[in-house]
Nanobody
């Protein structure tokens, strides 16, 4: 399984951005997917997760009214729409595929994900 995140960039505070994650393999639609982020000097933190069908989502409190996670299983692609961006949203954003034992749930722990993309950098200027 390979995950390739893209779409990061520099944006002003209050702006918006969409980042994507393209997945290889035929079983993308069988697994919950997640987004995490890691700011310089900080630990990787949960941002959002989405169920295998896309019908259910879960967000970290700092982003739940501003970010939207979605997926297109026909295109093997995961998305994250980032709106009303703040400087504190600056981080490297990672997509990840859940482990087998939680693939039907909405996992939010780093330990519940097995495969990771390389990350895409989002920088929000004030």
């Amino acid at each position: 399984v390979q995950l390739q995140a893209s779409g990061g960039g520099l944006v002003q505070a209050g702006g918006s951005l969409r980042i994507s994650c393209a997945a290889s393999g035929r079983d993308f639609g069988d697994y919950a997917m997640g987004w995490f982020r890691q700011a310089p000097g900080k630990e990787r933190e949960f941002v959002a997760s989405i169920s295998w069908t896309g019908a259910h989502t879960h967000y970290a409190p700092p982003v739940e009214d501003r970010f939207t996670v979605s997926r297109d299983n026909a295109k093997n692609t995961l998305y994250l729409d980032l709106n009303s961006l703040k400087p504190e949203d600056t981080a490297l954003y990672f997509c990840a595929r859940s482990k087998d034992d939680v693939k039907l749930l909405l996992p939010s722990s780093v330990l519940e994900y097995e495969y990771w993309g390389q990350g895409t950098l989002v920088t929000v200027s004030s």
